[in-house]
C-alpha cells in the first residue's frame, strides 16, 4: 500500500459454483458481521462502511481504505461455469492465478529490497501516464527482475536497482520481440508485457527513456515526487543546461480501411482483371 491509496484484496473460493446470488449472500453476510462486531463503537462519518457487490466479488469500503474479497471457485469448477448464472470465467480464472502470484511472492520476494522498489513503482505508475498499463504483477516481476537478476546473484542496492529498472524499460525489456520476463506462475512461456497492447508497449518505453535521461541529470526529486510534477514525462525540461525533450511515439495505429474503401478497391481490381481480359 502507499498513502493515499490503502486497497487490500482478499481471494476467496467457493466449492460450489459462484452464482450472482450467492456473492450477494456472501457480502450481506459480512456486512452483519461486520455490523455486529462495531456496534459498540462510535463511528464517525468518515470511518462509516459501505458495502457494494461487483462483477469480480464485494468490496468494503470507507474513505480512509477499501478491501475487495475477490470470488472464485475450485479449478474443475470452471468448466461448468454458465455465462448466464455464474461469474465470468475469465476473473475467476485470474482471481485463481492472483492465488499463485501470492504465494510465489512469499517465496521469492521476501527481500525488503524488493518490497521497497515495488511501493516506488507502484507511486511512479500512479503519477506517470506512460506507465499506468503496468498492472500490480508486472511491478512485483519488474522489480525482483532488476534486484537479483544480475551476474553476482546478489541482491542490488536500491538506489542502482531504481535506476535499473528505467534502464530496463529504455532499452525495450517490454517491447514486441523481446525476451521480456518470462510468468514463472503460467506455462508456455508466456511474456508478462504481452498483457499490453503495442501502442502501450511503445509509450511505457518511451516514457522510461525520458524519465531516464531526466534522472541522469540530477531530476530524481521530480521522478519520485518529490518536486515538480509529472509533466517532465511530456514537456520539454531543462538541468542544468542540458535539455530533455519527450520522444515521439515510434508506434502507428493501423489505418482502418472503411466499408466505402473497401468496394472501391474491389471495384479497381475487378477493372484490372477485365482489362488483362481484354489485352489477352
Known sequence: MIAGHNVADIVVILKTLPTREAVEALGNKVKEDLKNLMKSEVISK???????????????????????????TIHH???????????????????????RHSRWFEENAHHSSIKVLIRLLRDIKSRFEGFEPLN??????????????????????????FRRVFQLLAAGLFLPGSAGI?????GGNIRIHTAMSLEQQDICCLTAQTLLRVLSHGGYKHILGLEGNASIATEMSIWDGIVVSPLDPAYEKPTEKKEGDEEDEDMEAE??????TTDG
Request: with cysteine; aromatic share 4%; charged share 20%.
Open 271 to 276: 477493372v484490372d482483371e477485365s482489362m488483362e
Open 136 to 161: 500490480p504483477w508486472m511491478l512485483d516481476l519488474l522489480a525482483h527482475f532488476a534486484i537479483m537478476n544480475n551476474p553476482s546473484r546478489q541482491a542490488l542496492p536500491i538506489n542502482q536497482a
Open 46 to 72: 468518515g470511518e462509516a462502511l459501505s458495502h457494494t457487490t461487483n462483477e469480480r466479488g464485494i468490496e468494503i469500503n470507507n474513505s480512509f481504505a477499501c478491501v475487495r474479497v475477490m470470488v472464485t
Open 77 to 99: 469448477n470452471l468448466r461448468k461455469l454458465d455465462p448466464e448464472i455464474h461469474l465470468d470465467q475469465k476473473i475467476m480464472m485470474s482471481h485463481l492465478a492472483a492465488i
Open 182 to 186: 518470462t510468468d514463472p506462475c503460467e
